[in-house]
Protein backbone atom coordinates (compact mmCIF):
# COMPACT_ATOMS: atom_id res chain seq x y z
CA UNK A 1 0.00 0.00 0.00
CA UNK A 2 1.25 3.58 -0.77
CA UNK A 3 1.78 5.52 2.56
CA UNK A 4 1.28 9.67 1.99
CA UNK A 5 2.31 12.00 4.57
CA UNK A 6 1.05 15.54 4.12
CA UNK A 7 3.42 18.45 6.01
CA UNK A 8 3.74 22.02 5.81
CA UNK A 9 0.10 22.92 7.95
CA UNK A 10 -0.03 25.98 10.56
CA UNK A 11 -1.44 28.77 11.93
CA UNK A 12 -1.14 31.48 9.51
CA UNK A 13 -3.11 34.98 9.83
CA UNK A 14 -5.18 36.12 7.06
CA UNK A 15 -3.74 36.89 3.87
CA UNK A 16 -0.58 34.29 4.92
CA UNK A 17 0.24 32.00 2.97
CA UNK A 18 1.63 28.40 3.29
CA UNK A 19 3.38 25.94 1.23
CA UNK A 20 2.03 22.32 1.57
CA UNK A 21 4.26 19.41 1.14
CA UNK A 22 3.19 15.46 0.29
CA UNK A 23 5.37 12.79 0.36
CA UNK A 24 4.74 9.36 -1.45
CA UNK A 25 6.07 5.71 -0.43
CA UNK A 26 5.98 4.82 -4.11
CA UNK A 27 6.12 6.47 -7.62
CA UNK A 28 3.52 8.87 -8.39
CA UNK A 29 4.03 8.73 -12.08
CA UNK A 30 1.42 5.37 -12.27
CA UNK A 31 -1.44 7.98 -10.95
CA UNK A 32 -3.23 9.62 -13.72
CA UNK A 33 -3.98 12.75 -11.34
CA UNK A 34 -2.90 13.42 -7.90
CA UNK A 35 -5.00 16.34 -5.78
CA UNK A 36 -5.54 17.77 -3.02
CA UNK A 37 -8.23 17.21 -0.56
CA UNK A 38 -9.60 19.32 2.57
CA UNK A 39 -11.94 18.73 5.18
CA UNK A 40 -13.43 21.34 7.59
CA UNK A 41 -15.19 20.48 10.62
CA UNK A 42 -18.67 19.05 10.51
CA UNK A 43 -18.21 18.88 6.42
CA UNK A 44 -16.87 16.67 3.98
CA UNK A 45 -13.42 16.06 2.30
CA UNK A 46 -13.58 17.78 -1.04
CA UNK A 47 -11.07 18.15 -3.39
CA UNK A 48 -9.70 21.64 -4.01
CA UNK A 49 -7.05 20.77 -6.57
CA UNK A 50 -5.70 18.49 -9.27
CA UNK A 51 -2.80 18.19 -11.24
CA UNK A 52 -2.29 15.60 -14.40
CA UNK A 53 0.70 13.48 -15.03
CA UNK A 54 1.09 15.80 -18.15
CA UNK A 55 0.91 18.86 -15.75
CA UNK A 56 -2.41 20.46 -16.24
CA UNK A 57 -4.20 21.84 -13.32
CA UNK A 58 -8.17 22.28 -11.91
CA UNK A 59 -8.76 24.21 -8.82
CA UNK A 60 -12.05 24.80 -7.54
CA UNK A 61 -13.62 28.31 -7.91
CA UNK A 62 -12.85 29.10 -3.85
CA UNK A 63 -9.39 28.56 -4.36
CA UNK A 64 -8.67 29.73 -7.81
CA UNK A 65 -6.03 32.07 -8.22
CA UNK A 66 -4.68 31.69 -4.80
CA UNK A 67 -3.39 28.15 -4.49
CA UNK A 68 -0.89 26.26 -6.62
CA UNK A 69 -0.93 23.06 -6.95
CA UNK A 70 2.55 20.88 -8.44
CA UNK A 71 4.07 17.61 -8.50
CA UNK A 72 8.10 16.45 -8.29
CA UNK A 73 7.66 12.52 -9.91
CA UNK A 74 11.33 12.45 -9.27
CA UNK A 75 10.50 13.02 -5.47
CA UNK A 76 7.28 11.13 -5.30
CA UNK A 77 6.11 14.89 -3.85
CA UNK A 78 3.18 16.78 -4.49
CA UNK A 79 2.84 20.13 -3.13
CA UNK A 80 -0.08 23.02 -2.52
CA UNK A 81 0.90 26.77 -3.05
CA UNK A 82 -1.19 28.62 -0.96
CA UNK A 83 -1.01 32.41 -1.06
CA UNK A 84 -3.95 34.90 0.05
CA UNK A 85 -5.12 32.57 2.82
CA UNK A 86 -8.40 33.08 4.26
CA UNK A 87 -10.26 31.93 7.16
CA UNK A 88 -12.51 29.90 4.97
CA UNK A 89 -9.31 27.86 4.12
CA UNK A 90 -9.03 26.44 7.78
CA UNK A 91 -9.36 22.47 7.36
CA UNK A 92 -7.27 19.34 7.70
CA UNK A 93 -5.66 19.33 4.09
CA UNK A 94 -5.03 15.53 2.75
CA UNK A 95 -3.47 14.13 -0.71
CA UNK A 96 -4.61 11.52 -2.95
CA UNK A 97 -5.07 10.18 -6.00
CA UNK A 98 -7.32 12.40 -7.73
CA UNK A 99 -10.36 11.89 -10.88
CA UNK A 100 -9.98 10.51 -13.49
CA UNK A 101 -8.59 7.94 -10.84
CA UNK A 102 -11.50 6.67 -9.12
CA UNK A 103 -9.17 3.93 -6.64
CA UNK A 104 -8.16 6.08 -3.71
CA UNK A 105 -4.56 5.27 -1.83
CA UNK A 106 -4.91 5.27 1.71
CA UNK A 107 -5.19 8.30 3.68
CA UNK A 108 -2.76 9.93 4.96
CA UNK A 109 -3.07 11.64 8.70
CA UNK A 110 -3.36 15.15 6.70
CA UNK A 111 -2.03 18.77 7.79
CA UNK A 112 -4.05 21.49 9.43
CA UNK A 113 -3.80 24.52 8.52
CA UNK A 114 -5.76 27.18 10.38
CA UNK A 115 -6.11 30.64 9.21
CA UNK A 116 -6.77 33.51 12.13
CA UNK A 117 -8.64 36.90 11.17
Known amino acids: QVQLVESGGGLVQAGGSLRLSCAASRSISVAISMGWYRQAPGQKRALVAR???????FYVDSVKGRFAISRDNTKNTVFLQMNSLKPEDTAVYYCNVAPPSTTYWDWGQGTQVTVSS
Open 51 to 57: ISSGGST
